[in-house]
């Protein structure tokens, strides 16, 4: 059974990523495959009690997400619906590609450490459509998120799902999590950022041409645009704010958020004709996300979970610490394996080979698992939450990562990794 989920897992994102020569959706292709890695792992385990409880374990993890997904979307529709990011674009001066690359890479770093590296690639893709009217510059730009995203949330506790998971499990406490790895994260996100901007020096900003329903949109009214863009934008903020004191899980946040977003939307518009009313309603803005991409990202996230319930992962990671034996090397080999693998089953494996009573809290070894469970994902489009939303807004092909944005997530991968390991031998 298991080289056959193997097979298959493999067949499936072989199939993900030759979408463009194969003239097949990667939505169907992951459904197809997480229908039959689900089918094989059903008639091959006798007790279908057990395996109907890993599959609603899966299935609540998978939807968590994907409401969070949703709700963040949503929200980010309701925003551009009133011109909510005119509040930004409207203050960016600079003509400079290279300057918008900088200013674009350090406020995604930094607002993921705040909100968290999935909904920050959501807010800034959706920003640069707004500031960037070449399609090379905007999925060069939003390489550029993805990487500065996913380096962003490694050192934030509430920046990426892994160090939470961490952070959770006691593995790691907030300050020390922070002090150990923004240095390592922050050279994660700065050398990619500096050839990428060395690439774009000279070049100019062109902005989108706007399209006749753009041109004839309903304008809100500047209060109702700058209402809408703080609402929204501070619903996201407080998410995290939500789930530290009421230990529930975000996506519950964000759907509270989203319907004090809604009812504030009825109340300031109920006045309004209808014809107007409705092309500013978050009724309007949940018929304008990508629910293809929502498809895609439930049956990846259901695809990966039959290798980790088949304890596949939980194997490998077993295996490495035979083999290799160095933890530095593992953990770096985690790293590059979350690029292929979702990071989750990944960290939670290697949360069950080392015990806290063997690497007490705050240990090198957590800190260096959370920097290269989350940052190692920004080498493969698919390897990362932030990576699979970019590829759905902006369509970007797997190809065109791998030979654009891949090799600058790698250095910076790499680099990321001598800082930390630098510093922790010069603090230690």
Not at 159 to 175: C, E, H, P
């Amino acid at each position: 059974m298991l080289a056959t989920l193997v097979i298959i897992f493999a067949l499936t994102y072989a199939a993900i990523v030759l979408e463009h020569p194969l003239k097949v959706n990667k939505s169907a292709s992951a459904l197809i495959g997480a229908g039959l890695l689900w089918t094989i792992y059903a008639v091959a385990i006798p007790d279908q009690i057990l395996v109907n409880e890993h599959l609603a374990i899966s299935l609540t993890g998978a939807a968590q997400i994907v409401f969070f997904l949703m709700g963040a979307m949503t929200i980010v529709e309701v925003i551009d619906a009133h011109n909510g990011f005119e509040v930004i674009t409207s203050r960016i001066r600079t003509d400079s590609l290279s300057t918008l690359l900088w200013q674009t890479g350090f406020v995604t770093f930094f607002l993921s450490a705040v909100l968290d590296n999935l909904t920050t690639a959501i807010v800034m893709i959706s920003l640069m459509k707004k500031l960037l009217g070449k399609d090379e510059d905007r999925l060069y730009f939003a390489g550029i998120i993805v990487i500065s995203a996913n380096a962003g949330g490694a050192w934030s506790p509430i920046g990426d799902v892994t160090t939470t998971m961490l952070w959770i499990g006691g593995q790691v406490t907030a300050i020390p999590i922070m002090k150990g790895l923004f240095l390592a994260s922050l050279v994660n996100m700065l050398l990619p950022l500096a050839i990428a901007s060395y690439i774009f020096r000279g070049e100019s900003v062109t902005p989108p041409v706007k399209r006749r329903a753009e041109v004839d949109q309903v304008k809100a009214t500047p209060f109702e645009q700058n209402l809408m863009f703080v609402m929204g934008l501070g619903i996201l903020i407080c998410v995290p704010i939500f789930k530290s004191i009421t230990h529930l899980p975000p996506f519950l946040g964000i759907l509270f958020g989203l319907g004090i977003l809604w009812l504030t939307g009825e109340l300031i518009h109920s006045r309004k004709d209808e014809e107007i009313r409705e092309q500013l309603t978050i009724a309007r803005a949940l018929k304008q996300i990508d629910l293809s991409s929502i498809v895609f990202f439930t049956a990846i996230l259901l695809a990966v979970a039959t290798l980790e319930h088949s304890h596949i992962l939980t194997s490998l990671a077993t295996w490495l610490e035979r083999t290799v034996g160095q933890q530095e090397v593992i953990v770096t080999l985690i790293g590059l394996a979350s690029a292929v693998i979702d990071n989750v089953p990944l960290v939670a494996a290697s949360m069950g080979m080392y015990s806290l009573a063997q690497h007490p809290a705050d240990s090198f070894l957590w800190e260096f698992i959370a920097y290269c469970a989350g940052t190692g994902g920004s080498i493969l489009i698919i390897g990362s939450a932030a990576g699979v939303v970019a590829m759905g807004l902006e369509k970007i092909s797997f190809f065109w990562y791998l030979r654009r944005i891949s090799w600058l997530a790698l250095l910076g991968y790499f680099a990321g990794i001598a800082a930390c390991i630098l510093q922790y031998r010069l603090t230690v």
